[in-house]
């Protein structure tokens, strides 16, 4: 039966203002975002996920605790966290931990954000309208903002991971065809 389920990821922010961002292998995609609701719902929603899609892997980004953040706050993260990993595991969904930099580097937002000589305040709020630019030029279609952009570089990030886009020669006039795994072209595979 899995087999005729559409294969797809999630990706998962478990903060406060967190979302899970669903990318199928089509790049067909879902925003559920739970600022203001119940764990209930987010078990809801991976349980009606998990029958309609064969989840290749959840990715949570795998984060600690940063200076100037408070013990409850941080505990309340971490505790959103691990109900996260406890839910996939009972629906036996595999996580897979993403260090913040690997994805950030995937999508070439590494380095310092702001200007010369601006506060830590000054250079989160630049960092953050540079994912939000990035996901709005993926995910036209959703209104991105800065609390869900993260999760869905993320999830990007886990379907590059699992649905490598490939890059065909085809033999007639040397064009290039781009395209994800459901390319039928059966001509020279180009390496990079």
Request: with cysteine.
């Amino acid at each position: 039966m899995i087999e005729s389920l559409t294969k797809a990821v999630v990706g998962a922010d478990p903060g406060v203002k967190g979302a899970f961002f669903l990318i199928t292998e089509a790049r067909e995609t879902q925003l559920f975002e739970f600022q203001n609701i119940s764990r209930h719902e987010w078990r809801n929603w991976l349980d009606n996920v998990w029958l309609v899609h064969n989840i290749l892997a959840v990715g949570i980004e795998k984060v600690g605790a940063m200076p100037g953040q408070g013990v409850a706050s941080m505990f309340n993260f971490g505790n959103s966290a691990g109900y996260l990993e406890g839910l996939c595991d009972a629906n036996y969904l595999p996580v897979e931990f993403v260090m913040p930099g690997v994805w950030q580097k995937f999508h070439r937002l590494g380095g310092k954000s702001g200007p010369l000589g601006c506060t830590p305040s000054q250079e989160k709020t630049a960092r953050k309208n540079r994912h939000k630019r990035c996901a709005e030029e993926k995910f036209p279609n959703h209104k991105v903002n800065k609390e869900n952009a993260d999760v869905m570089l993320l999830a990007d990030y886990v379907w590059h991971q699992h649905f490598k886009e490939v890059e065909y020669e085809v033999p007639t006039g040397g064009i290039t065809v781009r395209g994800g795994t459901y390319i039928t072209w059966r001509g020279n595979r180009r390496n990079k």
